[in-house]
């Protein structure tokens, strides 16, 4: 039984999202004692983002990396965090605690993070 490619690279981006994502929530945790919440999701996510790039050409999507498909990921990248920075601080206001905020902020935000890499690093 084949699986389809497109399958794949689902399971891929699953598996380097994961890796992302706990990287990204595993600095948050050890820096929230010590700094804003916004300020250590900031630094979780730069943390993230580089070993992101390495695993999402040399793994998801197994495409080259360049400089035009890297300055397209911290683009989406950027867009991600915007976004992922909003979603947590608006369930922070309705009274998520700042521990378990980014759950369903990761819940939103991975899906259309999905979209847009994915239209990046095959168009670019």
Not at 28 to 57: C, E, K, Q, R
Not at 98 to 121: D, E
Request: one cysteine or more; charged letters at 10%; glycine letters at 4%.
């Amino acid at each position: 039984m084949k699986i389809d490619q497109k399958y794949l690279e689902v399971i891929r981006f699953i598996i380097t999202g994961v890796v992302s994502t706990l990287t990204t929530y595993a600095v948050y945790w050890v820096l929230l004692p010590f700094l804003n919440h916004s300020i250590a999701f900031l630094v979780g996510y730069i943390v993230a983002v580089i070993v992101n790039y390495i695993m999402t050409t040399s793994f998801t999507f197994k495409v080259k990396a360049t400089k035009k498909n890297g300055l397209g990921f911290i683009m989406t990248n950027i867009i991600n965090f915007i976004l992922s920075e909003a979603f947590l601080n608006l369930f922070i206001y309705i009274g998520v605690s700042k521990q378990w905020a980014p759950i369903p902020m990761y819940a939103i935000c991975i899906p259309i993070n999905f979209l847009i890499v994915r239209y990046v690093m095959k168009k670019l």
